[in-house]
């Protein structure tokens, strides 16, 4: 079982860069696979990204593909969201959750959520 706790969010201008950072207790979490998603106000919970339990395979939205890099520490028990070149529409809450299965676009396949870290971005 893992905790995930994110953090690193705030207010950034567009075209800027943050990165998220999600550090998840538990002695098994190199075992999990992770992923990022965002939910904006009045949307659905969308993905964003995902990384394999050893960093070897990740996948991203094609919102974010060539903007957003995710990547993970194991020795650190965490997991980046790198962001870039940011746009308004990146404006959301941003969850890090962690699952069992492979890499996945799906919100079903993580059992573990953490509380979500605002981004704002500004025009």
């Known amino acids: 079982q893992v905790q995930p706790v994110e953090s690193g969010g705030g207010l950034v201008q567009a075209g800027g860069s943050l990165r998220l950072s999600c550090a998840a207790s538990?002695?098994?979490?190199?075992?999990?696979?992770m992923g990022w998603f965002r939910q904006a106000p009045g949307k659905e919970r969308e993905f964003v990204a995902t990384?394999?339990?050893?960093?070897?395979?990740?996948y991203y939205s094609d919102s974010v593909k060539g903007r957003f890099t995710i990547s993970r520490d194991n020795a650190k028990n965490t997991v980046y969201l790198q962001m870039n070149s940011l746009k308004p529409e990146d404006t959301a809450v941003y969850y890090c959750?962690?699952?069992?299965?492979?890499?996945?676009?799906?919100?079903?396949?993580?059992?573990?959520w953490g509380q979500g870290t605002q981004v704002t971005v500004s025009s």
């Open positions: 990384i394999s339990w050893n960093g070897g395979s990740t």
């Open positions: 959750a962690a699952g069992r299965q492979g890499t996945s676009v799906f919100r079903y396949h993580y059992d573990y």
């Open positions: 538990g002695r098994t979490f190199s075992s999990y696979t």
